[in-house]
């Protein structure tokens, strides 16, 4: 059966990403949080059912493929060629169907094919994230479910390091990507016909070494931490949603 469709050509803000991103691929397994930071995220996905077919949009080198394994068939997607190539060397990625390259605002599969779509921080990547929330709407199927896991735009880090006007914006940050804020991307769920919607604000640990990442676990890990910090002021937040 043929699930795919069409590609449209590339818009520039997907080129400078998908550039940024096969540059860091020539560093290899691409893992930016711990095992726990993925066990508190991987926690709040339960599909109602087995033997999917999983979409993980963003996949990277497939850190969330392997672990959306579990749960069915999984085709990681991702704008870069680079992490791409990466993620189909990796031994951890055998159990995962197929990798490949392709573009969120554009996904190049049929209608109503997937059971699961899944955002790995890809949304404050996007600088018009509606043209691929649609498009996601369109590819899952009736019953089907999107996970969005992001990091939280309302954290102090985030408006500080990565707003675009930010005149101490990092370096390390590509070039599309933006806060992004828990309402606003429900209302754009909404807005095109997702229900039951289900947002959990969180602490998940990075795998980087740096000051501030290592500030942010240190909060994340202190219960006094955890019972002052208002739960919209969390580093990071998973959002469930159905279409139908």
Same mark, same amino acid.
Request: a positive charge; aromatic letters at 12%; hydrophobic letters at 35%.
């Given at each position: 059966m043929n699930i795919f469709k069409k590609r449209a050509d590339q818009k520039t803000h997907i080129k400078q990403e998908s550039?940024?991103?096969?540059?860091?691929?020539?560093?290899?397994?691409?893992?930016?949080?711990?095992e726990n930071g993925y066990n508190k995220i991987?926690? @709040?996905?339960?599909?109602? *059912? $087995?033997?999917?077919?999983? #979409?993980?949009? /963003?996949?990277?080198?497939? &850190?969330?493929?392997?672990r959306l394994c579990r749960y069915g068939k999984v085709i990681g997607m991702d704008v870069?060629?680079?992490?791409?190539?990466?993620?189909?060397?990796?031994?951890?990625?055998?159990?995962?169907?197929t990798f490949l390259a392709g573009n969120a605002e554009e996904l190049p599969f049929r209608d109503s094919?997937?059971?699961?779509?899944?955002?790995?921080?890809?949304?404050?990547?996007?600088?018009? @994230?509606?043209?691929?929330? *649609? $498009?996601?709407?369109?590819? #899952?199927?009736? /019953?089907?479910?999107?996970? &969005?896991f992001e990091p939280n735009g309302y954290h102090p880090y985030r408006l500080i390091f990565t707003h675009p006007k930010s005149p101490v914006r990092g370096s390390t940050y590509s070039p599309s990507e933006h806060p992004v804020y828990p309402g606003r991307i429900i209302k754009v769920l909404n807005s095109y016909g997702?229900?039951?919607?289900?947002?959990h604000y969180l602490h998940a640990e990075y795998s980087s070494t740096a000051f501030f990442s290592r500030l942010q676990n240190r909060l994340g890990s202190s219960n006094l931490a955890s019972r002052i910090i208002p739960g919209i002021m969390r580093p990071f937040f998973v959002i469930s949603v159905s279409k139908g």
């Amino acid at each position: 059966m043929n699930i795919f469709k069409k590609r449209a050509d590339q818009k520039t803000h997907i080129k400078q990403e998908s550039a940024f991103f096969n540059h860091i691929s020539g560093k290899g397994d691409y893992d930016a949080l711990t095992e726990n930071g993925y066990n508190k995220i991987m926690s @709040f996905v339960r599909p109602a *059912k $087995e033997d999917n077919l999983i #979409l993980d949009i /963003g996949c990277g080198t497939g &850190a969330f493929s392997r672990r959306l394994c579990r749960y069915g068939k999984v085709i990681g997607m991702d704008v870069s060629s680079g992490m791409v190539k990466v993620a189909k060397t990796l031994p951890d990625n055998i159990e995962c169907h197929t990798f490949l390259a392709g573009n969120a605002e554009e996904l190049p599969f049929r209608d109503s094919i997937f059971d699961m779509v899944f955002y790995g921080g890809v949304l404050h990547h996007l600088p018009d @994230f509606k043209k691929s929330v *649609k $498009e996601t709407y369109r590819v #899952l199927k009736n /019953g089907g479910t999107l996970v &969005a896991f992001e990091p939280n735009g309302y954290h102090p880090y985030r408006l500080i390091f990565t707003h675009p006007k930010s005149p101490v914006r990092g370096s390390t940050y590509s070039p599309s990507e933006h806060p992004v804020y828990p309402g606003r991307i429900i209302k754009v769920l909404n807005s095109y016909g997702f229900t039951d919607a289900r947002i959990h604000y969180l602490h998940a640990e990075y795998s980087s070494t740096a000051f501030f990442s290592r500030l942010q676990n240190r909060l994340g890990s202190s219960n006094l931490a955890s019972r002052i910090i208002p739960g919209i002021m969390r580093p990071f937040f998973v959002i469930s949603v159905s279409k139908g």
